[in-house]
Nanobody, 117 residues
Framework: QVQVVESGGGLVEPGGSMRLSCTAS????????MAWYRQAPGKLRSMVAE???????TYPDAVKGRFTVSRDNAKNTVVLQMNDLKPEDTAVYYC???????????WGQGTQATVSV
């Protein structure tokens, strides 16, 4: 069973920055795509950043140019750097990883990020 643990989050003012980290462990097959999702109250969970093992990234328009995702394959770690944060970025952020060979997806417990004055 793969364990996914996030860290970071908290409270920041509009225009500020925040860094989220996530580590996956326990897989005997390895990790392929790693991604960050977010879910605000009353809204569906949506992807905000995705990165493949070779470093190809995908972002939705809402965060493009402000969010940057990176990963360390040796450590199975993915980092989300969020800059120029806006109140609408307030949400619980979840890390998601895909396991090689099995196709299973695993989620972290989520971390709250709040953007407010």
């Amino acid at each position: 069973q793969v364990q996914v643990v996030e860290s970071g989050g908290g409270l920041v003012e509009p225009g500020g920055s925040m860094r989220l980290s996530c580590t996956a462990s326990g897989s005997q097959y390895g990790i392929t795509t790693m991604a960050w999702y977010r879910q605000a109250p009353g809204k569906l969970r949506s992807m905000v950043a995705e990165i493949t093992p070779v470093g190809r990234t995908t972002y939705p328009d809402a965060v493009k140019g402000r969010f940057t995702v990176s990963r360390d394959n040796a450590k199975n770690t993915v980092v989300l750097q969020m800059n120029d944060l806006k109140p609408e970025d307030t949400a619980v952020y979840y890390c998601n990883v895909d396991e090689s060979n099995t196709g299973k997806r695993f989620w972290g417990q989520g971390t709250q990020a709040t953007v407010s004055v």
